[in-house]
């Protein structure tokens, strides 16, 4: 691993394990990332092989730290209790554990979504934000993020928000996913997305929402037309958030 890497992020998707050492005065890789698919039984013993196949191929030293960011609840110390997006084995597992034993060395799990907001407050289009930051990934479902001066507030679930009696759970409503089955515009989705962003205005009286996601690319077909007080802004870091904040977590809960 070259000099100016000082942290190893993993971003651990349903289809695609992706690696980077990470520049953390940069928020950058250090180095390009390494892809690796994910397999298609994705059991622990699976996914965790190919993180420790990673770290081999950075030949990452031990005493830089390493994240992962992982579609799941992280709870440190506890068991898994729902997996999406990976084999249903993960149920029941200490995936810190899990990791950490494959690799023989200390790993920092985290969300992905949560790591993702972390990457976008450090380095990205809420650096320098004081008060609660609400990050957003809108994409198969809304993955949230909360951070509030700078300090992770994890495992944030907003996206199944219930917004009225006939759309219980938003994502279901507003998920670009939904958007694109249902080939509505951007101007009708920027509807539905106004009604989402305003009850979380409401609830959480946020400083700034930052929308991320694929779709944040066109932010500027959709963002204008959302209709509330709080300021919202496009992601900037978008595919390489996850192994930033992952990067960046580890770097903190090391020292």
């Known amino acids: 691993m070259i000099e100016t890497a000082q942290a190893f992020g993993v971003d651990i998707g349903g289809s695609g394990i992706k690696a980077a050492p990470v520049d953390l005065q940069k928020g950058e890789f250090a180095e390009p990332r390494l892809k690796i698919l994910t397999p298609e039984v994705s059991t622990p013993e699976a ?113 199944h928000i219930v917004l009225d009696a006939k759309h219980l759970d938003a994502e279901k409503y507003a998920a670009s996913s939904v958007k694109d089955l249902e080939d509505i515009s951007y101007k009708k989705w920027a509807k539905r997305l106004t009604k989402y962003y305003g009850l979380m205005e409401h609830y959480f009286n946020p400083d700034l929402f930052v929308v991320g996601g694929g779709v944040s690319k066109d932010s500027h077909k959709f963002l204008p037309n959302i209709d509330i007080k709080t300021p919202i802004v496009p992601a900037t870091l978008r595919n390489s958030a996850g192994i930033v904040g992952a990067a960046y977590y580890a770097s903190v809960k090391q020292n």
């Open 47 to 159: 996914v965790a092989k190919i993180v420790k196949q990673q770290l081999d191929h950075f030949e990452v030293p031990e005493s830089a730290p390493v994240g992962v960011a992982f579609p799941a609840p992280i709870k440190p110390g506890q068991k898994l209790d729902f997996m999406a997006n990976l084999d249903q084995s993960w149920v029941g597992v200490d995936v810190t554990e899990v990791f950490s034993e494959a690799c023989g060395r200390p790993v920092v799990v985290v969300n992905d979504a949560d790591a993702a907001g972390l990457a976008e407050v450090q380095y990205g289009a809420a650096k320098g934000q004081n008060g609660l930051v609400i990050a957003t990934t809108l994409g198969t479902g809304i993955g949230t993020a909360l951070i509030y001066d700078g300090v992770l507030i994890p495992n944030s679930e907003l996206g």
